[in-house]
């Protein structure tokens, strides 16, 4: 027991759908999942809940994890309560210090204040790309709210979608980010074109006006399928004929093929061939070297019966220099024609 207390881990969560951060909970054993702990940061103290414990030495490439301080008490949650609705009006005030300032394409989305409220930060959005000024706004703030530290944070649009909540774009009645993402991967159209999706703006577009998280959920597992099939315009042999691959069905391992005579039929992959970049299908392997070998002259028909390389009897060998009796004849008749004419 006390090994396990010694190395005890605990991944903690600020927000619902939040990051998880690890820190050292040794001092705590007690400590269970669904606890609210106070627990210090770099942005301040902070009231979490845990989400995971971890026993074994902790792995971290940041150094030595902090302590958990304590448990929560019902004190503390009623102070975290008292500054959920401070931040209501945080929001409230901001914006309308911003339409003052008339700060176009700023928008307010949220305030978070530290278990101690010693930091505020606001969070906003800005529809420009340049870099916008801020710099009276903050003052404004920070003399409205002193003591409390008061930090300006820029956030993107897909941060602003998981704040605000709502339906996605799939008709989905919580979107995925609000859900159950706990970060944003990166999302390409090529992750579209992979899967057959249509690339109307519609269709794979999200509420943040970005491409879809969800694209990415089946992504690797096409790639993996896809690499099993033919590609598209490849000649191929099937139980019905030759004919052309014109569409891959990934999910199920087929192919769509365009078959001679016989038109666009789907196969399955184990049922259907490649033909080799030549245009033939590829070669079989060679047959016995007694199946190749065409019969053998009569020489080689004697050496069978044992008179290979020998003179048959009756018959001279032609001598050195001397012509076989075939072409001597050649010759001479050719000198008797001549004569006779």
Same mark, same amino acid.
């Given at each position: ?26 001092? /705590? ?27 074994? !030495? ?88 002193? !003591? ?16 605000? %909540? ?83 069905? !990934? ?22 061939? /490649? ?6 299908? !590829? ?37 050195? %220099? ?20």
């Amino acid at each position: 027991m006390d090994s396990v207390t010694e190395n005890l881990v605990v991944g903690v969560r600020f927000s619902k759908v939040g990051k998880i951060y690890h820190f050292d909970a040794s001092t /705590l054993p007690e400590v269970k999942v669904g606890d609210s702990v106070v627990v210090e940061t770099s942005r301040g103290w902070q009231l979490g809940q845990v989400a995971q414990l971890i026993s074994g !030495p902790p792995k971290t490439e940041e150094g030595p994890l902090k302590p958990v301080d304590r448990l929560a008490t019902p004190r503390d949650l009623l102070i975290r309560q008292s500054w959920y609705e401070k931040e209501v009006e945080v929001v409230s005030a901001c914006q309308q210090r911003v339409r003052e300032l008339r700060l176009q394409g700023v928008k307010v989305v949220a305030a978070e204040y530290s278990f101690d409220g010693s930091r505020l930060t606001i969070m906003f959005s800005s529809e420009s790309e340049d870099k916008v000024d801020l710099k009276s706004l903050r003052q404004d703030m920070q003399r409205a709210y002193a !003591p409390s530290q008061v930090e300006l944070r820029q956030i993107g649009p897909r941060d602003v979608a998981k704040l605000l %909540g709502g339906m996605g774009a799939c008709g989905l009645e919580t979107r995925c980010c609000s859900q159950f993402l706990t970060d944003f991967s990166s999302i390409s159209i090529r992750m579209a074109k992979e899967q057959g999706i249509s690339l109307t703006p519609s269709e794979i577009t999200g509420m943040c006006g970005r491409l879809r998280c969800c694209l990415i959920y089946e992504y690797e597992v096409y790639c993996e399928y896809r690499k099993q099939l033919p590609k598209r315009n490849k000649r191929v042999i099937t139980p019905d004929g030759e004919g052309k691959v014109i569409s891959q069905i !990934p999910l199920q391992l087929s192919v769509m093929v365009d078959v001679v005579n016989l038109g666009q039929r789907m196969y399955s992959k184990d049922d259907i061939r /490649l033909i080799d970049e030549e245009g033939g299908i !590829p070669t079989p392997p060679p047959r016995a070297e007694a199946e190749q070998k065409p019969p053998q002259a009569n020489a080689d028909t004697n050496g069978q019966n044992g008179d290979a390389g020998e003179p048959k009897p009756g018959k001279e060998e032609p001598g050195a %220099g001397q012509a076989p009796a075939s072409k001597r004849r050649r010759r001479g008749r050719g000198r008797g024609k001549k004569k006779s004419e």
